[in-house]
Nanobody, 114 residues
Framework: QVQLVESGGGLVQPGGSLRLSCAAS????????MGWYRQDPGKQRELVAA???????NYADSVKGRFAISRDNAKLTVYLQMNSLKPEDTAVYYC????????WGPGTQVTVSS
């Protein structure tokens, strides 16, 4: 059984930065692509950023140049560095094992507001 736990969310002013972390349990972490997703109430969950097993990355157009995803297979952890945050980035952010995700974390709230 795989468990994912996100951390690092919070309240930040527009233009600020946050770093999200997702710690995974289970040895299968290293054989799956990983993704960060977000969801606003009443909207569909969307893929924000993904990193392959080999470290290749891709991003939603809305976050390109501002967000950076990375992974540390030795630590079973995936990160999302978020810079130049905007109010429209406000959402619950979820870590997903696999793209599309087979397993989800419980999510962490990110609120961008002055």
């Amino acid at each position: 059984q795989v468990q994912l736990v996100e951390s690092g969310g919070g309240l930040v002013q527009p233009g600020g930065s946050l770093r999200l972390s997702c710690a995974a349990s289970g040895s299968i972490f290293s054989i799956y692509d990983m993704g960060w997703y977000r969801q606003d109430p009443g909207k569909q969950r969307e893929l924000v950023a993904a990193v392959t097993i080999g470290g290749s990355t891709n991003y939603a157009d809305s976050v390109k140049g501002r967000f950076a995803i990375s992974r540390d297979n030795a630590k079973l952890t995936v990160y999302l560095q978020m810079n130049s945050l905007k109010p429209e980035d406000t959402a619950v952010y979820y870590c997903g094992l696999g793209v599309p995700a087979r397993y989800w974390g419980p999510g962490t709230q990110v609120t961008v507001s002055s």
